[in-house]
């Protein structure tokens, strides 16, 4: 295989570009793809990057959202060929609701939290303390309630009733917090979060290097 393909996200990188092109000086070119694509890749392609999803997602209009910790992506495909206008970030990523999260907890147990163990603790609806599992004081779901109502306008704002997908796909470590996803599917019933959708636009890029490199 003789092209290397990045992340849309790094295509502005002008330092980047240039470290790929002068350590891989015999390779054809960069092909940049949207980073969100890798969630209907780890979809519809399987271990060897052959194709195994439903025909709907491979034939339709289909809209995927990247909840991820900084920002939110999202694409639009049809018939798996991303839509140009159908791009976009928004600043609303995770980090600021756990944040809150996380001083909301720290008050309420006396201890001080990382980010990771408010993430921890929201997953799970629980924090250990002194080796005990303690349940969550009331409303602690607040930010993200309110982080998921922000995603949701913007995304109506984009999509109106999202009629027009097939489906609308989620990933990223945001879909693994039930809040945000409620949030989603209370106004697009047709959204579902992809498998193990923490790790899923990695594995997506690795089925399709797969499929590209066998096509070589």
Do not use: C
């Not at 959202?65 to 928004?90: I, N």
């Not at 006396?110 to 005990?132: H, I, K, N, P, T």
């Not at 923490?198 to 096509?215: E, F, P």
């Amino acid at each position: 295989m003789n092209v290397i393909t990045i992340s849309r996200r790094y295509r502005k990188d002008r330092a980047l570009g240039v470290h790929l092109r002068e350590a891989h000086s015999g390779y054809r070119g960069i092909r940049v793809i949207p980073e969100p694509l890798g969630l209907i890749y780890a979809a519809t392609l399987d271990a060897h990057g052959q194709v195994v999803g439903d025909p709907a997602l491979l034939e339709s209009n289909v809209a995927v959202v990247d909840l991820g910790h900084h920002t939110v992506d999202v694409a639009v495909l049809r018939r798996m060929v991303p839509v140009p206008t159908g791009l976009a970030t928004y600043h609303l990523g995770t980090a600021r609701p756990l944040q809150q999260i996380s001083g909301q907890l720290s008050a309420a147990f006396e201890r001080e939290l990382s980010l990771y163990e408010a993430d921890q603790a929201v997953r799970a609806q629980a924090l250990l303390v002194a080796g005990q599992p303690r349940p969550l004081p009331r409303e602690w779901d607040r930010p993200l309630l309110q982080n998921g109502e922000a995603i949701v306008a913007r995304l109506v704002e984009a999509w109106g009733s999202g009629a027009q997908f097939e489906t609308i796909l989620i990933g990223r470590g945001g879909a693994e917090l039930a809040p945000l996803v409620t949030a989603i599917q209370r106004r697009f019933t047709h959204a579902r979060p992809v498998e193990q959708p923490q790790t899923a636009i990695a594995r997506g890029y690795a089925r399709l290097a797969r499929r590209l490199g066998a096509a070589q």
